[in-house]
């Protein structure tokens, strides 16, 4: 099973990534199916699902399922694309992909029937881990540093909108991931690597406030991670 769906993978990433410039892209954007790339694409797909199954003929309808799904998955993607969901279109193109693959290799070594036999109770607290990593922790900081309410006082000129809570879930999930392997070197080298960076923003505005305030929710995210990690190790030893 880990062969064939590492031969699929490596197919994709053949031909999606490593061998489709910019300029098909480009082209396929502005043409759709009247672009001459759209099909020397797939044709380069096609090529690339022969060599990685080694022109196996046992492969023939998984290789059919995969050739006719990417055609249309892309043609589907090329008309609904926008310059708004460009972002988001990207993310289930590839989903969509990886989903026809996975069910293609269930095809020849089915997997998805012992799906039931998996421990459900892990998947809901993974489930709840995760949220509690995102949504709520971000209402907690929120509502904790909210005390001080220096929002007026911090420059953000220039910065990328919603990035810092999107950089506190990543950080979180981070430290989540190396509490559950317990490698909590890693805990240390994330906390340097984001001071470093901040480091010359706090120095450039020489307010002590700002630095505390930071210095508060950096602390907060780390601990909030650390603990939902602890817990995660412990209840899945219950389990």
Same mark, same amino acid.
């Given at each position: ?28 954007? $502005? @043409?759709?199916? +009247?672009?001459? %790339?759209? !099909? ?10 022969? #060599? ?17 799904? @990417? ?12 310059? $708004?969901?460009? +972002? ?8 969509? @992909?990886?989903? =026809?693959?996975?069910?293609? #290799?269930?095809?020849? /070594?089915? !997997? ?5 036999? %998996? ?24 509502? =904790? ?5 220096? /929002? ?8 990328? /909108? ?5 950089? *506190?879930?990543?950080? +979180? ?26 480091? *010359?923003?706090?120095?450039?505005? $020489?307010?002590?406030?700002?630095? /505390? ?20 190790? !412990? ?5």
């Amino acid at each position: 099973m880990i062969a064939l769906f590492i031969s699929l993978i490596l197919a994709h990433l053949i031909g999606d990534f490593l061998l489709q410039p910019q300029s098909w892209v480009t082209h396929k954007n $502005k @043409h759709k199916q +009247r672009s001459k %790339y759209l !099909y020397l694409h797939i044709a380069i797909h096609t090529a690339a699902l022969l #060599v990685t199954l080694q022109f196996d003929r046992r492969y023939w309808l998984g290789f059919f399922i995969i050739i006719v799904s @990417h055609f249309g998955i892309d043609l589907a993607k090329l008309h609904l694309q926008t310059k $708004k969901n460009k +972002r988001l279109l990207f993310g289930l193109d590839q989903l969509a @992909h990886l989903v =026809v693959i996975a069910l293609v #290799v269930n095809l020849y /070594e089915p !997997y998805l029937s012992n799906f039931a036999s %998996y421990n459900y109770t892990s998947i809901l607290l993974l489930a709840c881990c995760f949220i509690g990593l995102s949504s709520m922790s971000s209402i907690i900081m929120k509502t =904790v540093i909210s005390k001080w309410n220096i /929002e007026n006082k911090k420059n953000t000129n220039g910065s990328l /909108e919603h990035a810092g809570s999107y950089i *506190g879930i990543l950080e +979180r999930l981070f430290v989540f991931l190396f509490v559950v392997l317990n490698f909590w070197e890693g805990i240390g080298f994330l906390l340097a690597a984001k001071s470093i960076f901040r480091f *010359g923003d706090l120095s450039r505005t $020489k307010d002590r406030k700002l630095t /505390e305030y930071v210095l508060i929710g950096t602390l907060i995210s780390f601990g909030i991670a650390m603990l939902i990690g602890l817990i995660f190790n !412990y209840l899945i030893t219950q389990l």
